[in-house]
């Protein structure tokens, strides 16, 4: 028996380190917890487990009035889309004051790229490659959101998404896992801050957990079906990095997953989230998501839903009301057993009491309820888009680059629907971002030709979605008149990215195409800078247009990141994480692909096939395999060479990596050879053959940003060991194994110098 208790003891100190090392509780937390466990009904424990929406800003919402009675019974335990002090404090009152147990609400909301400070959209930061930016701007957004009585963002998203037709690519970090990981811990320690329950720290939510960016089809909500190996190797590791980062909540997915829905699927949500990774935190659904298994077919009823997400490992219900309905009948059927239901309430209760809302639950509330982004804040929005921006193509004309722009260009004719639309450049789910906050390309660019003394010719053109042609006329006099086009093409931010926003062509909408068209034809130099939630198919675009700049949504300083960098006083430093196709048909389309025994390379699809070695292999008849611009890709104003790659070692044990004993080095030199300052991306990628399931062809595994001044050259290193080599293997064992490894360090994804080393037994 003493043995017993003491291996009780042993376990309990185990989960109470485990919670202190991931800042959501302590042990005097969880014997607060206790207490009010022991005091709460089986009503007040549901109504933990409740969250309504007290807006509209992510959907219809309940169209329920009945929300101050019901937290007065304690029968909601959080609400979302409501912002500002006087609102959330309003309500906060109800629980704190009314309440039986005075237990606190949790106020959530999208917060996603920015609150008031809008920042690029998620994409856009990616293309940054700098957690250290993102982890800042995800900082200022906690500042400004929690001030405003929001403590629970759900974000960040960080969903693999490999195919560009899925609508809430515009959300995430892009293709890659490693890339993916790196921005959902930064995203997670700028949201969380260095304490949940700092007055400041916000919450964060890791979602949509898990699979949700690989629906079939590209279409939103749709099923996914992923390999548990490719579920681990792919689409899990950001989620666990977030975890790690100390995620304080997780997010559900609305697709189906092999078969099974997210929202009641056993093996991630408990299998791998709670049991492997040891998650403390609470899992919220998607909106009305437990609802929907009823749509999806594993519940006849609302009753079996709730019942089948609860047990599940799903805490919270967004939205449906079915917890509130059922779980008293379920639990007092035995359906659902007393402890299950405990546990889901502690994780519920753990947030609150972390976030510090049982003793600060009221947030101070300013004479100004819409404050505008201080000054800091803006100048950090200025340089995350600047960063964001990515130099896809820079032709030279009159034997020179088209871009910078040069002194002698005095007249700039400025077309297009993006131009002066101070709406769309805050992008998809911009919080409570304000258009008037918004610096237009047409405005800064106005300003810099005053001062300069140049001349600015605008006209819009066409609409986005338009296929009138009155504009084009307009647009045709000013180019003529000007010694250089810039033109803004894109996507409707609202309608044509973020959730619901699944596209079966990935072209420019309307007839903007045939606006550029146009504007080629006057045999003007033309600059191309595309706004979009998701890589589009230009083949055309690239194919006669000088220079291209995909700018994403930039945010708040879209119109001064532009025009500084367009003029050379930053540099294009943005590199793409996504590749970019070339047509629709290539989707899903991803750089980190397994190969095939008939791999296609060197086809000439201006000739027919001379041999069947030319025609039966992996390939597209109409359309080369390759993407247009590759994942990591991205120019500069400048040149970089990298020297041969060295290797610390030719061989390697699998066994002392795998104990974390050894690691090999890999180094190359990086020169500036231009005559600018300019801002590298190092990228290494790893490849390896002979082991027991076929690895990529290349895999990133790590990245450093390397500022270089003109011919200035750096050592850039790094160290490969178990979490760079390690794969799931043919036993799903995530290990290292024997092989034949190959380096590449290099600017994007397709180049690089190469090194190979041997992994022993």
Same mark, same amino acid.
């Given at each position: 028996?003493?043995?017993?208790?003491?291996?009780?003891?042993?376990?309990?100190?185990?989960?109470?380190?485990?919670?202190?090392?991931?800042?959501?509780?302590?042990?005097?937390?969880?014997?607060?917890?206790?207490?009010?466990?022991?005091?709460?009904?089986?009503?007040?424990?549901?109504?933990?487990?409740?969250?309504?929406?007290?807006?509209?800003?992510?959907?219809?919402?309940?169209?329920?009035?009945?929300?101050?009675?019901?937290?007065?019974?304690?029968?909601?335990?959080?609400?979302?889309?409501?912002?500002?002090?006087?609102?959330?404090?309003?309500?906060?009152?109800?629980?704190?004051?009314?309440?039986?147990?005075?237990?606190?609400?949790?106020?959530?909301?999208?917060?996603?790229?920015?609150?008031?400070?809008?920042?690029?959209?998620?994409?856009?930061?990616?293309?940054?490659?700098?957690?250290?930016?993102?982890?800042?701007?995800?900082?200022?957004?906690?500042?400004?959101?929690?001030?405003?009585?929001?403590?629970?963002?759900?974000?960040?998203?960080?969903?693999?998404?490999?195919?560009?037709?899925?609508?809430?690519?515009?959300?995430?970090?892009?293709?890659?896992?490693?890339?993916?990981?790196?921005?959902?811990?930064?995203?997670?320690?700028?949201?969380?801050?260095?304490?949940?329950?700092?007055?400041?720290?916000?919450?964060?939510?890791?979602?949509?957990?898990?699979?949700?960016?690989?629906?079939?089809?590209?279409?939103?909500?749709?099923?996914?079906?992923?390999?548990?190996?490719?579920?681990?190797?792919?689409?899990?590791?950001?989620?666990?990095?977030?975890?790690?980062?100390?995620?304080?909540?997780?997010?559900?997915?609305?697709?189906?997953?092999?078969?099974?829905?997210?929202?009641?699927?056993?093996?991630?949500?408990?299998?791998?989230?709670?049991?492997?990774?040891?998650?403390?935190?609470?899992?919220?659904?998607?909106?009305?998501?437990?609802?929907?298994?009823?749509?999806?077919?594993?519940?006849?009823?609302?009753?079996?839903?709730?019942?089948?997400?609860?047990?599940?490992?799903?805490?919270?219900?967004?939205?449906?009301?079915?917890?509130?309905?059922?779980?008293?009948?379920?639990?007092?059927?035995?359906?659902?057993?007393?402890?299950?239901?405990?546990?889901?309430?502690?994780?519920?209760?753990?947030?609150?009491?972390?976030?510090?809302?049982?003793?600060?639950?009221?947030?101070?509330?300013?004479?100004?309820?819409?404050?505008?982004?201080?000054?800091?804040?803006?100048?950090?929005?200025?340089?995350?888009?600047?960063?964001?921006?990515?130099?896809?193509?820079?032709?030279?004309?009159?034997?020179?680059?088209?871009?910078?722009?040069?002194?002698?260009?005095?007249?700039?004719?400025?077309?297009?629907?993006?131009?002066?639309?101070? $709406? !769309?450049? @805050?992008?998809?789910?911009? =919080?409570?971002?304000?258009? %008037?906050?918004?610096?237009?390309? #047409? &405005? *800064?660019? $106005? !300003?810099? @030709?005053?001062?300069?003394? =140049?001349?600015?010719?605008? %006209?819009?053109?066409?609409?986005? #979605? &338009? *296929?009138?042609?009155?504009?084009?006329?307009?647009?045709?006099?000013?180019?003529?008149? %000007?010694?250089?086009?810039?033109?803004?093409?894109?996507?409707?931010?609202?309608?044509?990215?973020?959730?619901?926003?699944?596209?079966?062509?990935?072209?420019?909408?309307?007839?903007?195409?045939?606006?550029?068209?146009?504007?080629?034809?006057?045999?003007?130099?033309?600059?191309?800078?595309?706004?979009?939630?998701?890589?589009?198919?230009?083949?055309?675009?690239?194919?006669?247009?000088?220079?291209?700049?995909?700018?994403?949504?930039?945010?708040?300083?879209?119109?001064?990141?532009?025009?500084?960098?367009?003029?050379?006083?930053?540099?294009?430093?943005?590199?793409?994480?996504?590749?970019?196709?070339?047509?629709?048909?290539?989707?899903?389309?991803?750089?980190?692909?397994?190969?095939?025994?008939?791999?296609?390379?060197?086809?000439?699809?201006?000739?027919?096939?001379?041999?069947?070695?030319?025609?039966?292999?992996?390939?597209?008849?109409?359309?080369?395999?390759?993407?247009?611009?590759?994942?990591?890709?991205?120019?500069?104003?400048?040149?970089?060479?990298?020297?041969?790659?060295?290797?610390?070692?030719?061989?390697?044990?699998?066994?002392?990596?795998?104990?974390?004993?050894?690691?090999?080095?890999?180094?190359?030199?990086?020169?500036?050879?231009?005559?600018?300052?300019?801002?590298?991306?190092?990228?290494?990628?790893?490849?390896?053959?002979?082991?027991?399931?076929?690895?990529?062809?290349?895999?990133?595994?790590?990245?450093?940003?390397?500022?270089?001044?003109?011919?200035?050259?750096?050592?850039?290193?790094?160290?490969?060991?178990?979490?760079?080599?390690?794969?799931?293997?043919?036993?799903?064992?995530?290990?290292?194994?024997?092989?034949?490894?190959?380096?590449?360090?290099?600017?994007?994804?397709?180049?690089?110098?190469?090194?190979?080393?041997?992994?022993?037994?």
């Amino acid at each position: 028996m003493r043995q017993l208790s003491l291996i009780v003891v042993l376990a309990w100190l185990f989960v109470f380190a485990a919670l202190a090392q991931s800042g959501l509780s302590t042990p005097s937390g969880e014997q607060r917890i206790d207490q009010l466990l022991r005091q709460m009904t089986l009503d007040e424990k549901i109504g933990q487990l409740v969250q309504y929406s007290a807006g509209a800003a992510t959907g219809p919402g309940t169209g329920r009035t009945d929300y101050p009675e019901q937290i007065a019974k304690g029968q909601i335990g959080s609400l979302l889309n409501l912002t500002g002090a006087s609102k959330t404090n309003a309500m906060q009152r109800i629980a704190v004051e009314k309440s039986r147990l005075k237990i606190p609400l949790l106020f959530g909301l999208d917060v996603i790229h920015g609150y008031r400070t809008i920042f690029p959209v998620p994409l856009g930061m990616a293309s940054t490659w700098d957690p250290q930016l993102v982890e800042q701007a995800s900082r200022v957004a906690a500042k400004e959101a929690t001030a405003e009585g929001i403590r629970w963002t759900f974000s960040p998203m960080v969903d693999i998404a490999r195919d560009a037709r899925w609508g809430r690519m515009v959300e995430g970090a892009g293709e890659d896992p490693y890339l993916g990981s790196i921005m959902a811990a930064a995203y997670v320690r700028g949201y969380q801050g260095t304490k949940l329950n700092d007055s400041d720290s916000l919450a964060a939510c890791a979602k949509h957990y898990v699979g949700y960016g690989a629906a079939e089809g590209g279409r939103d909500y749709n099923a996914a079906d992923i390999s548990e190996r490719t579920l681990r190797q792919i689409y899990l590791p950001p989620f666990h990095s977030a975890v790690r980062a100390g995620v304080a909540t997780v997010m559900s997915a609305f697709n189906t997953l092999n078969g099974v829905p997210a929202v009641a699927n056993a093996h991630t949500l408990t299998g791998i989230l709670r049991q492997e990774w040891e998650f403390p935190g609470l899992v919220v659904s998607d909106w009305k998501a437990v609802a929907e298994l009823e749509a999806q077919g594993i519940a006849l009823n609302g009753a079996t839903a709730a019942s089948k997400a609860m047990a599940a490992g799903v805490d919270m219900d967004m939205e449906s009301g079915l917890y509130q309905q059922h779980l008293a009948n379920l639990v007092r059927s035995g359906v659902i057993p007393q402890a299950v239901l405990d546990e889901a309430v502690r994780r519920v209760l753990r947030v609150k009491l972390a976030l510090g809302l049982f003793d600060r639950p009221y947030t101070p509330e300013s004479a100004t309820e819409a404050p505008k982004p201080d000054a800091a804040s803006v100048q950090l929005a200025r340089q995350v888009a600047q960063r964001s921006l990515v130099l896809l193509k820079n032709d030279e004309v009159s034997d020179s680059p088209l871009l910078p722009i040069a002194s002698n260009v005095r007249t700039i004719a400025l077309v297009g629907p993006f131009a002066d639309d101070a $709406a !769309q450049m @805050l992008g998809s789910w911009a =919080g409570e971002g304000d258009p %008037a906050n918004v610096v237009t390309l #047409k &405005s *800064a660019l $106005a !300003q810099r @030709l005053r001062q300069s003394g =140049g001349r600015l010719l605008y %006209a819009k053109g066409t609409e986005i #979605k &338009s *296929a009138s042609e009155a504009g084009f006329e307009e647009a045709r006099n000013a180019a003529r008149q %000007a010694d250089l086009t810039v033109v803004t093409l894109g996507e409707d931010a609202p309608t044509m990215t973020a959730e619901a926003a699944s596209r079966a062509h990935l072209d420019l909408p309307g007839n903007q195409e045939k606006l550029l068209e146009e504007l080629v034809a006057t045999e003007k130099p033309v600059v191309l800078i595309l706004f979009s939630g998701r890589p589009l198919a230009l083949t055309w675009a690239a194919a006669h247009i000088p220079a291209m700049v995909e700018a994403w949504y930039p945010g708040i300083e879209a119109g001064p990141a532009l025009v500084q960098t367009l003029f050379g006083d930053a540099d294009f430093s943005g590199r793409l994480p996504v590749s970019v196709p070339r047509a629709v048909g290539q989707e899903p389309l991803y750089y980190n692909a397994l190969n095939t025994g008939r791999p296609a390379s060197g086809i000439d699809l201006t000739h027919p096939p001379t041999t069947s070695a030319e025609k039966y292999v992996s390939r597209y008849i109409d359309e080369p395999n390759t993407p247009l611009f590759p994942f990591g890709f991205g120019l500069s104003y400048t040149r970089f060479s990298y020297s041969p790659v060295k290797l610390s070692a030719g061989t390697i044990s699998a066994k002392a990596l795998n104990d974390n004993s050894a690691t090999i080095q890999v180094s190359t030199t990086v020169t500036n050879r231009g005559s600018r300052e300019g801002r590298e991306v190092v990228q290494l990628y790893v490849g390896q053959r002979g082991t027991s399931v076929a690895i990529p062809v290349r895999e990133l595994e790590g990245f450093k940003l390397v500022p270089l001044a003109p011919g200035e050259s750096q050592s850039v290193e790094f160290t490969l060991g178990r979490d760079e080599l390690a794969f799931w293997n043919i036993d799903l064992h995530r290990i290292v194994e024997p092989a034949e490894v190959t380096v590449w360090v290099g600017a994007n994804s397709v180049e690089g110098q190469r090194g190979e080393f041997e992994i022993i037994e």
